[in-house]
């Protein structure tokens, strides 16, 4: 266990620096945003910004906020009523389905799909962006899941393609020097989950893991429900929704009112969510998290409180 444990902590590192590096260039430059990575397909959609009210803003969670996050999804149950007989059923695990609505360069969904082994997707509005995320998923699936081979597709050719790479971290360095400073979220937050979890059952890490990641361009305000390619809910839908408009949030609420997921993880507290126009969600926790760029705030965890009402009554 504990070297599946270093490998897992390993891979989660090289893959957070792998996609800092190779996505720094773009963060905050609407210019770079709309000419990068973009291949014949983007090309043809170049009016993509007038189809959509999405904005282009861009915001990140710390790999330590996401790992404490991703932890207490994993063990949910445990801050639920006792009165919920199958509280089980909302645990964030290997037969449950992420979503990410919003997803950015990538990090959360391929840290959940390399955590928890579920199915993970993330949708995005901005071309560039899925780009980014599609070619560093091809990038995986070449390099048979090793990161540190990882290379910036560009008109179909690789940069630097003869260059020598790091040596990924071994597995006998530890835990704490893999994690960065900039990772911690405060004693309360470590505390909280230490409270609550068994470190030893929460990482389910395989070789293949990115065979259940998929990126999808989408407007996230123009589908009816979020389900997957069988027509399934997704379990458990995230959201960075900080940046976004009133009207995308009134749109995404109503969306997910249509939607029979078992967990919302976003930054708008319950009441927030409501004046939105979210119905029957009700919260089960919150927790402090921290940006990339220094910033501290809440996310609240939300659950569909008829799916509750249910489980009480059977």
């Known amino acids: 266990m504990e070297t599946l444990r270093q490998d897992f902590e390993s891979a989660l590192s090289i893959l957070y620096k792998s996609i800092s590096r190779l996505s720094s260039t773009m963060w905050g430059q609407s210019s770079l945003i709309e000419s990068k990575l973009r291949s014949a397909d983007t090309r043809e959609n170049d009016n993509w910004k007038k189809e959509t009210k999405a904005q282009i803003g861009y915001g990140e969670i710390t790999k330590g906020s996401m790992t404490h996050l991703i932890n207490l999804l994993q063990h949910i149950d445990m801050l639920m009523p006792e009165t919920l007989g199958s509280a089980g059923e909302y645990?964030?695990?290997?037969?449950?389905r992420f979503l990410d609505v919003g997803?950015?360069?990538?990090?959360?969904?391929?840290?959940?799909?390399?955590?928890?082994g579920c199915e993970a997707k993330g949708v995005e509005v901005v071309p560039a962006r899925v780009e980014f995320t599609l070619d560093f998923l091809m990038n995986t699936i070449e390099n048979k899941g090793n990161l540190v081979n990882h290379k910036l597709e560009k008109k179909g050719k690789r940069k630097n393609a003869g260059k020598k790479r790091k040596k990924p971290i071994t597995n006998k360095q530890s835990a704490s020097k893999i994690l960065s400073k900039s990772d911690a979220i405060g004693t309360t937050a470590h505390t909280q989950a230490k409270a609550i979890i068994n470190p030893e059952q929460t990482i389910?890490?395989?070789?293949?893991?990115?065979?259940r990641v998929t990126f999808e361009r989408v407007d996230a305000t123009k589908v009816k429900q979020y389900v997957n390619e069988k027509n399934k809910p997704y379990t458990h839908i995230y959201s960075y929704n900080k940046i976004m408009t009133k009207e995308t949030m009134r749109e995404i609420c109503e969306i997910l009112n249509r939607t029979e997921y078992k967990v919302l993880a976003w930054y708008f507290s319950e009441d927030k969510s409501r004046k939105y126009g979210l119905k029957d969600a009700i919260l089960v926790?919150?927790?402090p998290m921290l940006s990339t760029g220094?910033?501290?705030?809440n996310v609240y965890i939300l659950s569909l409180i008829h799916i509750c009402r249910c489980r009480r009554r059977g």
């Open 204 to 211: 389910n890490f395989t070789n293949n893991w990115y065979e």
């Open 103 to 116: 997803s950015g360069f990538g990090k959360p969904v391929f840290h959940v799909a390399m955590q928890v």
């Open 91 to 96: 645990r964030l695990v290997e037969s449950s």
């Open 285 to 287: 926790h919150k927790m």
């Open 294 to 297: 220094g910033e501290k705030f």
